[in-house]
T-cell receptor, first 114, second 117 residues
Framework: KAGVTQTPRYLIKTRGQQVTLSCSPI?????VSWYQQTPGQGLQFLFE???????NKGNFPGRFSGRQFSNSRSEMNVSTLELGDSALYLC?????????????FGPGTRLTVL | AQTVTQSQPEMSVQEAETVTLSCTYD???????LFWYKQPPSRQMILVIR??????QNATENRFSVNFQKAAKSFSLKISDSQLGDAAMYFC??????????????FGQGTELSVKP
C-alpha cells in the first residue's frame, strides 16, 4: 500500500507570493491533517479535513487555507507569504477522524520564503 | 487548553543500553490518547507507541514501552537495547477523545536522541 505523498517536496518562494501544497493520503483514508514544523515553534496543527469538510482548525491566520477533494486528496494554500512561513509542512492521513486511529505522516514539503 | 512538555531537548545513549525520554502534559479532559512519534533525520515521522488514557496498563511495543502516570500527567518512553537506528527526534503528542477535536495532535518540543556505538 502506497504511503502518504506530498508534492512538491521543496519550494522556494518570495515574500508576497502565494503557494499551494498537495497531499495524497493512503488509499481508503478519508481524514487529512496538516501541520507546520519550525525550529522555533515546533509542530503546530493547521487544520483537518474529513470527507471534504474542515473539522478542526488551528490558530493560524486566514492566509492559511485548505480544501479536500472527493478522492480525499488535500491541498493547502498560503497567500501573501511571509518570511516566517518558511517551514516543513507535513500532512497526515487517517482512516477516520476518530482519536484512536493512527495518523500516517508524509515526507513533508520544505517551503523557503525569501 | 492542552499542553505537552518535553524537558529534555537532547539525550544520548550507548548502543544496547536503556534510555528514558520524559513527557508531561496538562489537560482537564478524561478521554484522550497519548503518542510517541519518531522522526529520523530527513525521513518521515512514524508512530512508535500509543496509550489510551482509560487503560491502566502501560503500552509496550517490542523494545519500546511507556510509563503512564495519569495522576501525575506523565508519559515517559523507555527504549531498551538501544540500536543505532533509534537515533532520531522523538515527539510526545496528545490527542483529545472529544469528537469535535478530530485529528488534532498537540506535540511537545521534541527530544533528539543520539545513539553511540
Amino acid at each position: 500500500k502506497a504511503g502518504v505523498t506530498q508534492t512538491p517536496r521543496y519550494l522556494i518562494k518570495t515574500r508576497g507570493q502565494q503557494v499551494t501544497l498537495s497531499c495524497s493520503p493512503i488509499s481508503g483514508h478519508r481524514s487529512v491533517s496538516w501541520y507546520q514544523q519550525t525550529p522555533g515553534q515546533g509542530l503546530q496543527f493547521l487544520f483537518e479535513y474529513f470527507s471534504e469538510t474542515q473539522r478542526n482548525k488551528g490558530n493560524f491566520p486566514g492566509r492559511f487555507s485548505g480544501r479536500q477533494f472527493s478522492n480525499s486528496r488535500s491541498e493547502m494554500n498560503v497567500s501573501t507569504l511571509e518570511l516566517g512561513d518558511s517551514a516543513l509542512y507535513l500532512c497526515a492521513s487517517s482512516s477516520t477522524s476518530l482519536a484512536y486511529n493512527e495518523q500516517f505522516f508524509g515526507p513533508g514539503t520544505r517551503l523557503t520564503v525569501l | 487548553a492542552q499542553t505537552v512538555t518535553q524537558s529534555q531537548p537532547e539525550m544520548s545513549v550507548q548502543e544496547a543500553e536503556t534510555v528514558t525520554l520524559s513527557c508531561t502534559y496538562d489537560t482537564s479532559e478524561s478521554d484522550y490518547y497519548l503518542f510517541w512519534y519518531k522522526q529520523p533525520p530527513s525521513r518521515q515521522m512514524i508512530l512508535v507507541i500509543r496509550q489510551e488514557a482509560y487503560k491502566q496498563q502501560n503500552a509496550t511495543e517490542n523494545r519500546f514501552s511507556v510509563n503512564f502516570q495519569k495522576a501525575a500527567k506523565s508519559f515517559s518512553l523507555k527504549i531498551s537495547d538501544s540500536q543505532l537506528g533509534d537515533a532520531a527526534m522523538y515527539f510526545c503528542a496528545y490527542r483529545s477523545g472529544a469528537y469535535n477535536q478530530g485529528g488534532k495532535l498537540i506535540f511537545g518540543q521534541g527530544t533528539e536522541l543520539s545513539v553511540k556505538p
